[in-house]
């Protein structure tokens, strides 16, 4: 029980920081703004039913996307499970 709370908390405290980074970086000219936002909502997605929302939303509008981005998933996990052996 109490690690859940506490990787809840972690993906909150992770998410809400990147949306942050997003929206100064909509303003200033270093960071990437729209980065951040799409990190920081992948993140908090699962927590938060209006990032779960809009996550659905741009996977059925852009599917290929998504798709890429599975593939790309599963790559790094394999790599990661290889060094753990």
């Known amino acids: 029980m109490e690690k859940t709370l506490q990787k809840k908390i972690f993906r909150h405290f992770l998410g809400w920081s990147f949306i942050v980074l997003?929206?100064?970086g909509c303003f200033?000219?270093?960071l990437q703004g729209f980065l951040f936002l799409f990190?920081?909502?992948i993140i908090l997605a699962p927590e938060v039913p209006f990032f779960h929302r809009q996550l659905n939303r741009f996977r059925?509008?852009?599917?290929e996307i998504f798709f890429k981005a599975r593939l790309y998933t599963r790559r790094i996990q394999r790599s990661f499970h290889r060094r753990r052996q």
């Open 60 to 63: 059925y509008r852009y599917p």
């Open 28 to 30: 200033l000219p270093i």
């Open 22 to 24: 997003g929206v100064l």
């Open 39 to 41: 990190v920081g909502s």
